[in-house]
Antibody, heavy 121, light 111 residues
Framework: QVQLVESGGGVVQPGESLRLSCAASGFIFSTHAMHWVRQAPGKGLEWVAIISRDGSISYYPDSVKGRFSISRDNSKDTLYLQMSSLRPEDTAVYFC??????????????WGQGTMVTVSS | QLVLTQPPSVSGAPGQRVTISCTGS?????????VHWYQQLPGTAPKLLIYGNSNRPSGVPDRFSGSKSGTSASLAISGLQAEDEADYYC???????????FGTGTKVTVL
């Protein structure tokens, strides 16, 4: 079945780096743009990044621009999020998610179970 | 960036109809970008509930319906059931911020 499985979360200190991975299965990975979305404890959803189907284009909100980098390896059906200069406010569950179609700003139709990132000294 | 405003909570008795509003602006919903809705049960990942303003994915009951007008959108749940108790989020794209945006979220309580 269609599935996204995140890994790589953990506890890090402020200023450190962490790389998240998301393994996709059950669909043709290279035909979908992919997102990272996060949710701080007890808070709402916040969009973090998107990458195009071929990996050539990516966008970020101001809150993570310059610190986070999204990438993908279509030969391995895997999505990544490289996070650097981490701050306590980056503490959240990070979800990997699939954009539904190639339509601009389409819905996110598949979500992973999430991986927890805690930034604390 | 939270630029889509939702009521923090709505409640209703079983069988009743409740609506959740999602208020945006001329740079997102009012600019013609679609609105999508997600349901998040406690401790789980969000689930797509409505896409493209008013379309239901396969498997979503027709008790859930969406609409959009001007700079706002709404999600309606008719025949409210205990299993509908969850957090609901709207989502769109903002052309000024150049990013995807989520609503502030609404907790639905079944009395």
């Amino acid at each position: 079945q269609v599935q996204l499985v995140e890994s790589g979360g953990g506890v890090v200190q402020p200023g450190e780096s962490l790389r998240l991975s998301c393994a996709a299965s059950g669909f043709i990975f290279s035909t979908h743009a992919m997102h990272w979305v996060r949710q701080a404890p007890g808070k709402g959803l916040e969009w973090v990044a998107i990458i195009s189907r071929d990996g050539s284009i990516s966008y970020y909100p101001d809150s993570v621009k310059g610190r986070f980098s999204i990438s993908r390896d279509n030969s391995k059906d895997t999505l990544y999020l490289q996070m650097s200069s981490l701050r306590p406010e980056d503490t959240a569950v990070y979800f990997c998610a699939r954009e539904k179609t190639t339509k601009r700003a389409d819905a996110i139709d598949i979500w992973g179970q999430g991986t927890m990132v805690t930034v604390s000294s | 960036q939270l630029v889509l405003t939702q009521p923090p909570s709505v409640s209703g008795a079983p069988g009743q109809r409740v609506t959740i509003s999602c208020t945006g602006s001329s740079s997102n919903i009012g600019a013609g970008f679609d609105v999508h809705w997600y349901q998040q049960l406690p401790g789980t990942a969000p689930k797509l509930l409505i896409y493209g303003n008013s379309n239901r994915p396969s498997g979503v009951p027709d008790r859930f319906s969406g609409s959009k007008s001007g700079t706002s959108a709404s999600l309606a749940i008719s025949g409210l059931q205990a299993e509908d108790e969850a957090d609901y989020y709207c989502q769109s794209f903002d052309d000024s911020l150049r990013c995807y945006v989520f609503g502030t979220g609404t907790k639905v309580t079944v009395l």
